[in-house]
Each structure stands twice: as structure tokens, then as C-alpha cells.
Nanobody
Framework: QVQLAESGGGLVRPGGSLTLSCVVS????????MAWYRQAPGKQREWVAE???????DYAGSVKGRFRIFRDDAENTVYLAMNRLTPEDTAVYYC??????????WGQGTQVTVSA
């Protein structure tokens, strides 16, 4: 059974940075693409970024140039480095497979709040 454990969220001022972690257990991460998603209050969950096993990455337009997704397959961990954060980035952040591949059971996510 695949388990996803996100961490690293917190309160940060506009313009600040955070790096989120997602530890994936129950699989060999080398075989899988992984993605980050977020859900802001009152909004639907949205895709943020993804990384494929060969290292290809893709980003939502709203975060391109500010966020970076990367992975450590030896540690079964996926990261999301977030820079130049704005209040619009406030959300609960989740990791999972890219939706086209079929998602696993969602983890609890990690809250990111961007506020002065």
C-alpha cells in the first residue's frame, strides 16, 4: 500500500521561500512520475508541478519560474522548492502521481500560508 507523507509547510512572508518534502513509502519511486498539487480554501485541488522518472519536469503557469520540483529516488522523496511566494500560493499542498496515471490515496498534505 502506497503512503504519502508531506511536510515542510508553514507560515512565510510574501517573497519568502519554503521547500516541501514528500516521502513515498510502499513503492520504488524510480519507476514513477510524481506531482505536487495544492488546494486553496474554497477552491478545487489544482496541479502544480510534476517530475517524470527520467527527470523531465513541468509546471503550472502560475508557478513556473518560482517553483522547482526535484526528487531523490534513493530516499523515495520528492521535493518542491518554492520561491517568491505570494498570498495566492496559500494552500494545502499534496503530492501524488500525475492524474493521468491514476492517483493513490491522498495524504494529509502540508499547509503553506503566505502572509505578512
Amino acid at each position: 500500500q502506497v503512503q504519502l507523507a508531506e511536510s515542510g509547510g508553514g507560515l512565510v512572508r510574501p517573497g519568502g521561500s519554503l521547500t516541501l518534502s514528500c516521502v513515498v513509502s510502499g513503492i520504488d519511486l524510480r519507476m514513477y512520475g510524481m506531482a505536487w498539487y495544492r488546494q486553496a480554501p474554497g477552491k478545487q485541488r489544482e496541479w502544480v508541478a510534476e517530475t517524470l522518472p527520467r527527470g523531465t519536469t513541468d509546471y503550472a503557469g502560475s508557478v513556473k519560474g518560482r517553483f522547482r520540483i526535484f526528487r531523490d529516488d534513493a530516499e523515495n522523496t520528492v521535493y518542491l522548492a518554492m520561491n517568491r511566494l505570494t498570498p495566492e500560493d496559500t494552500a494545502v499542498y499534496y503530492c501524488n502521481r500525475p492524474q493521468v496515471a491514476g492517483t493513490w490515496t491522498w495524504g494529509q498534505g502540508t499547509q503553506v500560508t503566505v502572509s505578512a
